[in-house]
């Protein structure tokens, strides 16, 4: 029977404590590329002008349609070869993550605008407002109400994501995790560890987002 032996943790609680910190600036990177996509995309995708709205769409259906996985290694390997540039892993997954992650938020963004009623835009229009006045004072201000808890759960998503970095040797915390395991023998003991941490860090995140909501949709 197995013998579980967590004191093995302490001794690489330095390597957690880098992993860890490496994880969270990849979310936060990810998470501010992959908005600022994400709003660009999302309002494309609505664009009157039909290549803006093709390009937008294929990108966002390309990227959400394709395992994070297969893009992660794609970015990593293939993007030098057709390039010509080499890219290291770190770039390689925030240039993934962050497009991968700002497909889906630009359909949060997309969803959020036209769930707008759209006698709204057309008072702003009939009291002559311009197109970008109406989309910036009107619908933005009220969409982004509707945008803020699928937002927050894609976000939290994001970072659950940032695991799979550790295929390409980015030094994140699963990665450290793996080379503390073939370190010491004792991988049960110590991504049992990892759980916890990612649990730790989620589940209150996950609550607050929940406590949004709620207080979002009370003061409808």
Same mark, same amino acid.
């Given at each position: ?76 390997? =293939?993007? &030098? ?7 290291? +892993?770190?770039?390689? @997954?925030?240039?993934? $993550?962050? %497009? #991968? ?67 390409? =040797?980015? &030094? ?7 080379? +503390?395991?073939?370190? @010491?023998?004792?991988? $049960?003991? %110590? #991504? ?29």
């Amino acid at each position: 029977m197995y013998k579980w032996d967590f004191s093995v943790l302490w001794g690489y609680r330095w390597l957690f404590l880098q992993g860890l910190g490496v994880t969270v600036a990849f979310t936060v990177a990810i998470v501010v590329f992959g908005l600022m996509i994400g709003l660009l995309a999302g309002l494309g995708s609505l664009s009157r002008v039909r290549i803006v709205k093709w390009l937008s769409s294929a990108y966002i259906e390309m990227f959400r349609c394709t395992p994070l996985l297969v893009q992660l290694i794609w970015f990593y390997y =293939a993007l &030098p070869v057709v390039s010509g540039i080499e890219v290291s +892993a770190v770039t390689a @997954s925030v240039l993934a $993550l962050s %497009l #991968y992650g700002g497909s889906f938020y630009a359909e949060i963004i997309r969803g959020g605008i036209v769930s707008i009623e759209t006698g709204q835009s057309e008072a702003g229009a009939a009291i002559g407002m311009t197109p970008s006045q109406i989309m910036r004072r009107i619908v933005l201000p009220q969409a982004l109400k509707r945008m803020v808890p699928p937002l927050m759960n894609q976000s939290i998503i994001q970072f659950k994501n940032t695991s799979l970095v550790s295929v390409i =040797a980015v &030094p994140d915390l699963v990665y450290q995790s793996q080379i +503390a395991a073939h370190d @010491s023998y004792r991988p $049960l003991e %110590l #991504y049992t560890a990892v759980a916890v941490i990612y649990f730790a860090i989620l589940f209150p995140l996950t609550l607050l987002v929940r406590v949004g909501e709620h207080k979002l949709a009370t003061s409808d």
